[in-house]
């Protein structure tokens, strides 16, 4: 049977998708359904694009520490390298001595690559977020608090610490006392 045709004295009807006469009510109701799914698929997907995000986020984070931590050994490693290095005539040997010094460049350079500088203090002032004081003595020549020695590199990644610089630092307050402390 065909659905009758909408006709002058039925105003307040509305067809439907199928053509069929709907009551202006059922046609609000259709109408509110269809804002609060749509509502809801908008909040869903709010929902997925702040997880999509934090997921993204956390994940660099992890590899970032993961990467840290591996830095931090590598370091290690690099010191070693610089103590064989500083012992000087007790490496007789030429070609060992500059394959030590080879091995610490690669190294070097493979952490420069993942942004890991090594921190240039010697002479400038003491900042106890970048260094760690191991020590002090005085030095006329110098202004107080400023870092006279690096007894261990201090490396960084931008502004991020991965090793503080560990240093000898001078202090005024040890004039004519001759001291060091240390």
Known sequence: ??????TPDQPDHEM???????DPSDAEALQKELS??????????????SFRKRTARD???RATTQKDALARELLVIVDNLERALTTG?????????????????????????????????????????????IGARFDPNQPDHVVLEVVQRGYRRRNEIIRPARVIINDHHLAGHGRHRG
Do not use: C
């Open 1 to 6: 049977m065909k659905p009758p045709d909408p």
């Open 16 to 22: 439907d998708a199928a053509g069929t006469m709907m």
């Open 36 to 49: 609060a799914e749509k509502e809801r698929y908008l909040r869903l997907a709010a929902d997925f694009n």
């Open 59 to 61: 994940s660099e984070q």
């Open 89 to 133: 005539s007790s490496m007789p040997d030429e070609p060992l001595r500059r394959g030590v010094e080879m091995t610490r460049q690669q190294l070097l350079e493979l952490l420069q690559r993942h942004g890991i500088e090594p921190d240039q203090t010697a002479g400038e002032p003491f900042n106890a977020h970048w260094h760690e004081a």
